[in-house]
């Protein structure tokens, strides 16, 4: 049984009038009787429906094993009761050979499994999520292979990536009590020692009908959709509770710092600064900022590192939203041979000025105006929009009209960064990160 | 918010009143067990929205409307790129086009690009082997303003003395930070073992030291050279008016000329040998691996039977050999892929991946063995119609917008392919034989001469790489 509990659009007019037709509006919820949300969103204008199961679980959420959210994720592509007479990787290849994708991603708070087809393959698709989801079957010899598969990723991103290595220990220094100080991927000891076991545990712990969120936007049709939902995750449990890690990260009354030795031509520096949560009204604010910081040519950080230091190429900042705490970084890859403290002073700075006086009415205009306008473009295709409503039901619990995300946007004045900046931007907050060569001479280093 | 958590809460009452069984397996077949619907096949270019017109000076100008959000994208087009560089002159492209953001009619570097961010707009510059391209995107709001920064930094760059210089130090800087990127240094090791002295042998974005002599006077001839009507195209795609997009460039470029477009290049000759190259970074714990030898050009005409062959091979994802064994079966790599890199001139057909220094030597014997069997054993029977199926499928999803149905639109034009290529692909596709693919793969597939790059500590993988062939170790 499923019931309709509203469209977003009825709730929208009443708050901003939107300026054009915001297509996420029209977004249509549906609670199924054990718990699922499913999102449905009809665009017949695309040749492309895109199917996206959003779990509320990603590695924050990890407690003994690190890099099992992740890990589990692509154990959720290698085989169910019904598939695995197809061979490996059969989801895959069903999706593939009717020309569609099919992927995954986990992050801090979720783990996101997507397919973008054709309209007349979105029953194959929910029917394929359904079955993993009722009979996964997860054994010891799929997890042998696919772990070396994440311990190389891991290398990819991680070890062999000096900006993987340089985002890697900001996050450890940033955080040091909540699980988000340690990276999505896991620390390879860990990956190597999992087993099937704990994979099968994570999964019944966490994939539960009340802990999901099934999105569906472009080319369908809704009823239709509905009923396959229902036939192929109606079934799913609902959990009592879903466990959620208690810590909560305690102040910060000190600046810590970490040097990462790796033999790169371009040494890297990065600042980091722990944040709100994605409920709090100053995110808006810290996003201006970093527009303010490193959006673009014009930025403070672009000409005072780039134009005038000529320190550095590309400098950037940015508030990364997370569930229980974001985090604000700032930073840039260096020329070789450029002085680091020298950068590092710079940066610091250009954060102490914003921090010290407000932005002109312009310059926030000018930062304001860039994310104005990537909202607006950010909604060009079915993934998009299934992203985009997934997510804001996920972090909000329900869908945020555009105009209203606008509005916020433009309720920001310049005092508002001015005392973000000042409140979480403080240099006793700060996280700092080098990563240069070892001096030829220091023994013991790679 | 209120309501929707007040909706939420009222409907979770009902939740216990009912409830759906888990499906049975016997009761009917399971959706992948159907056969797979095929529905007709949608059109990709929608005639009514695409408008074209050609200027008198001969600048072509395209217009694809897309009224449904209130933004666009605009740019210009010239149809020479890297590839027509001296060696002397290489990365000139790259710098002319990087120099055209940097002022441009009345306005200096700081200027223009505050012209640009008060909008929240994007204003991009850019040079690959076969065009360099202008372009810029933000609100049809601010279509006039943008226009008219698009206009200046296509006919108006500045080159002021200064910025030259600082750009110089910036794209030295930038090609000595590419070198700490594994997968690129593979990149620009396995395209010199390749091409050597072709122009195509030296990175695009050129070597420091062909870098580090250019100044303004360059750019300004560079640009005089490919930046100009003949053979130029203006576009422009999303909320635009095609009447008034028209009136606009006819005012804005029309009185504009220029001499027609500089010669071709040749291709380069094919490798006679295999090489093998190791890129020494004695600290890496996974080794970038590039395997692989001359391919096509854009204009061949095998070239939908080289993309359906390497969709079975190396290009398919999962579905592919070589996902399916370097990674699935033999857990060797994240990721493994094949790719014909099609450029005026032939470009490479290059398989990259990546794997843990131990295992370099099953990777590289997996690898070759796929290729010798691609030759031996090409996709035929239910693997080709899977691949076939897959290429065909895909190419609506991946033309989706209306901004990639712009770029694919473009692509013809640079490649000067037909117009209709796009609503023609899937039936040429379905009309391959195996015959077809069989030929292609026998005429393609060299792996007796492919050259062999590895980056990583040279001392582990010297032993290793010998087995395939002459080793030359170099430094990043």
């Not at chain 1, 009415?361 to 105006?369: P, V």
Request: net charge negative.
């Amino acid at each position: 049984m499923a019931v309709t509990l509203s469209c977003v659009g009825g709730l929208a007019a009443e708050s901003v009038q939107p300026e054009f037709d915001d297509p996420a509006l029209r977004t249509r919820i549906t609670k199924l009787a054990n718990g699922l949300d499913v999102l449905t969103l009809e665009d017949h204008a695309t040749p492309v429906v895109s199917l996206q199961v959003w779990a509320k679980v990603g590695s924050g959420d990890e407690s003994r094993f690190t890099g099992i959210a992740h890990l589990f994720e692509h154990m959720m592509f290698l085989g169910s009761k019904n598939l695995s007479k197809l061979g490996p990787e059969a989801y895959t290849k069903l999706v593939e050979e009717r020309g569609g994708t099919i992927n995954a991603y986990t992050s801090r708070d979720v783990t996101v499994y997507f397919e973008n087809v054709a309209p007349e393959h979105l029953p194959l698709v929910i029917a394929l999520e359904g079955e993993r989801f009722a009979n996964l079957e997860v054994t010891e010899e799929a997890l042998k292979a696919e772990r070396q598969v994440v311990i190389e990723e891991r290398r990819l991103r991680s070890e062999n990536d000096p900006e993987g290595i340089a985002f890697e220990s900001a996050m450890a220094l940033a955080y040091q009590a909540h699980p988000y100080r340690v990276p999505t991927v896991g620390w390879k000891s860990d990956l190597e020692k999992v087993t099937a076991a704990d994979c099968r545990a994570f999964f019944d712990t966490y994939y539960a009908a009340n802990n999901l969120v099934v999105a569906i936007a472009g080319n369908f049709d809704t009823d239709e959709a509905l009923a396959l939902v229902e036939k192929h995750f109606g079934w799913l449990r609902t959990a009592p509770s879903i466990p959620r890690n208690p810590q909560e990260e305690p102040e910060q009354n000190g600046e810590r710092r970490a040097i990462e030795h790796f033999p790169v031509r371009a040494p890297i520096l990065l600042s980091a600064y722990q944040g709100p949560s994605t409920h709090s009204p100053d995110t808006d604010a810290l996003d201006i900022a970093s527009g303010i910081l490193a959006g673009g040519r014009t930025s403070r950080l672009h000409r005072a590192l780039v134009d005038e230091a000529r320190l550095a190429l590309e400098p950037s900042a940015f508030f990364w939203e997370l569930q229980r705490a974001g985090v604000f970084m700032a930073g840039a890859t260096l020329v070789p041979g450029a002085d680091v403290a020298a950068a590092e002073k710079i940066i610091h700075d250009e954060i102490a000025k914003l921090a010290a006086t407000p932005p002109s009415e312009s310059e926030l205009r000018r930062a304001r105006r860039a994310l104005e306008v990537q909202w607006i473009r950010g909604q060009g295709s079915a993934h998009a929009l299934a992203s985009r409503i997934a997510q804001d039901y996920v972090a909000y619990g329900r869908i945020e009209p555009l105009a209203e995300k606008l509005a916020a946007l433009r309720a920001v004045a310049p005092a508002d960064v001015q005392r973000v900046v000042k409140q979480y931007l403080a240099p006793h907050r700060r996280n700092v990160v080098q990563v240069f060569p070892p001096a030829a001479d220091e023994e013991g280093q790679p | 918010m209120r309501c929707a958590f007040a909706a939420i809460a009222m409907t979770t009452v009902l939740a216990g009143c009912a409830s759906a069984t888990k499906p049975d397996a016997a009761r009917e077949p399971f959706a992948w067990e159907m056969p797979a619907v095929v529905a007709a096949d949608r059109p990709i270019v929608d005639a009514a929205r695409l408008h074209r017109r050609t200027l008198a000076n001969g600048l072509q100008v395209i217009v694809l409307e897309d009224r449904r959000l209130p933004e666009f994208s605009a740019g210009f087009i010239a149809l020479r790129g890297a590839a027509i560089e001296a060696p002397s002159e290489a990365g000139l492209a790259v710098f002319t086009a990087a120099l055209m953001e940097r002022g441009a009619g009345a306005r200096d570097k700081l200027n223009l690009a505050a012209a640009v961010d008060d909008l929240g707009a994007d204003l991009s510059l850019n040079a690959d082997w076969d065009s360099l391209r202008a372009s810029v995107s933000g609100l049809s709001q601010d279509f006039d303003a943008l226009f008219a920064v698009l206009a200046d930094v296509v006919r108006r760059p500045r080159f002021d003395l200064e910025e030259a210089k600082q750009l110089v130090a910036e794209q030295r800087a930038a090609i000595a930070q590419a070198q700490d990127d594994p997968a690129r240094l593979a990149t620009k090791h396995f395209m010199r073992a390749l091409y050597g002295a072709h122009r195509l042998g030296t990175p695009s974005a050129g070597l420091d030291e062909t870098v580090a002599r250019f100044g303004p006077a360059d750019a300004r001839a560079f640009h005089a050279r490919v930046v100009k009507p003949p053979g130029g195209i203006l576009w422009a795609v999303g909320d635009v008016d095609p009447g008034a997009l028209f009136a606009r460039a006819e005012s804005a470029f029309g009185a504009w000329s220029g001499a027609p477009l500089a010669a071709l290049p040749d291709a380069a000759p094919a490798p006679e040998k295999r090489r093998v190259v190791i890129v020494d970074r004695p600290e890496l714990g996974q080794v970038q691996v590039a395997i692989g030898h001359e391919g096509i050009a854009r204009t061949d005409e095998r070239r939908l039977e080289a993309q359906l062959m390497n969709a079975a091979f190396g290009a398919g994802g999962f579905s592919s050999r070589l996902m399916n064994r370097i990674r699935a079966t033999e857990g060797l790599t994240y990721g493994i892929y094949a790719q014909f890199a099609q450029y005026r001139v032939p470009g490479p057909f290059v398989v990259s991946t990546f794997t843990r220094v131990s295992e370099v030597g099953k990777l590289l014997a997996s690898t070759f063995e796929e290729l010798e069997r691609l030759r031996a054993s090409p996709p035929a029977g239910d693997e080709l119609e899977r691949a076939r199926s897959q290429r065909v499928g895909s190419f609506p999803l991946q033309l989706e917008t209306s901004e990639a149905v712009m770029r694919a639109l473009l692509d013809l034009e640079v490649y000067g392919l037909p117009r209709d290529t796009l609503d023609t692909y899937r039936a040429r596709m379905r009309a391959i034989t195996p015959e077809q693919i069989a030929a292609t793969a026998n005429a393609l597939v060299h792996p007796e001469r492919a050259a062999i790059v590895l980056v990583g500590p040279a001392e582990a993988l010297g032993e290793v790489a010998a087995q395939y062939g002459e080793v030359e170790v170099v430094s990043p």
